[in-house]
C-alpha cells in the first residue's frame, strides 16, 4: 500500500493552531485529567500517549466536539472555539478508532457521503484516494463484504484528499500491515512539512522525527529526541 497525497498546504506559523488551557475530565466520578494545557503549532505531529484509561480517546473526541463534560478553554488561532464553532469545524479532521463507514455502501459511497457538506471532490479524486490506500478494484464492493483492514482504508483514503489544517487521529495505525504503516507514517510527516497539524493516539510504535510528545498523567508536552 502506498499513500499519495495533494501538497502545498501553506507556510508554516509560528502562532498555536489548537490551544488548551486547564481542561480537566471526570468520568464515573474518576478525574482524568486536571489543569492540562498545550499548544499545537502547525508543522507538528504529536502524539497523545498514557497508560490505558488515563483519557487519550476522550481528550481527542473533546478537542473535536465530540464529548462536552469538561472544563476549561480551547482555543483556536487565538479565540475561543465557542466563537467560532464553525469555521473551527471546517478546518478540523477527526477519524475516530473504528472506521467510521456504512458497511452497506461501497468505498466510493462512503467517500462521498464523508465529503458532502465539506467541499466539492470529484468521483475521479475519490477513486484516485482508494488507490492510494490499496483499494483499487474494490471502489464499488460493499464494505460489509471488505476485510477490517480494507475497512480501515477506506477510512484512511479520506486523507488523501483531507485540506483541513488539524487532524485528530485515533488508534488510525489498527488493522492495517506492516506496508500500510509505513506508508501512513511518511504521510503524517509530509502533513506536519506541508504546514498542517497532526495529533494521534496509537498503541503502535510511533518514531518519527521531530515528533512532540503530549502524555497523560504526567501533564507535559515534549520534544520526542
Not at 93 to 114: F, Q
Request: with cysteine; hydrophobic share 40%.
Amino acid at each position: 500500500m502506498r499513500f499519495t497525497h495533494r501538497p502545498d498546504y501553506g507556510a508554516l506559523m509560528s502562532e498555536p493552531l489548537l490551544q488548551a488551557v486547564n481542561l480537566q475530565c471526570e468520568r464515573d466520578k474518576r478525574i482524568l485529567f486536571r489543569e492540562l494545557s498545550f499548544s499545537i503549532l502547525p508543522g507538528t505531529v504529536t502524539r497523545v500517549e498514557g497508560p490505558n484509561g488515563s483519557g487519550k480517546t476522550t481528550l481527542l473526541r473533546i478537542l473535536a466536539g465530540l464529548n462536552d463534560a469538561w472544563t476549561g478553554e480551547l482555543k483556536w488561532r487565538g479565540s475561543p472555539v465557542d466563537s467560532q464553532r464553525e469555521e473551527f469545524l471546517r478546518n478540523m479532521l477527526y477519524l475516530g478508532h473504528r472506521p467510521g463507514i456504512k458497511p452497506l455502501l461501497t468505498p466510493l459511497e462512503n467517500l462521498r457521503a464523508l465529503m458532502a457538506g465539506r467541499r466539492q471532490v470529484s468521483d475521479a479524486a475519490l477513486r484516485q484516494a482508494l488507490q492510494g490506500t490499496g483499494l483499487a478494484g474494490f471502489e464499488n464492493v460493499p464494505c460489509r463484504n471488505l476485510s477490517a483492514g480494507q475497512q480501515r482504508r477506506v477510512a484512511l483514503a479520506r486523507l488523501l484528499i483531507a485540506d483541513e489544517p488539524l487532524w485528530l487521529l485515533d488508534e488510525v495505525f489498527t488493522a492495517i500491515d506492516a506496508d500500510g504503516v509505513q506508508a501512513l507514517e511518511a504521510l503524517l510527516l509530509q502533513r506536519a512539512a506541508e504546514g498542517g497539524a497532526v495529533l494521534v493516539t496509537t498503541h503502535h510504535d510511533l518514531d518519527l522525527p521531530g515528533m512532540h510528545k503530549l502524555t497523560l498523567g504526567a501533564g507535559g508536552l515534549s520534544d520526542e529526541c
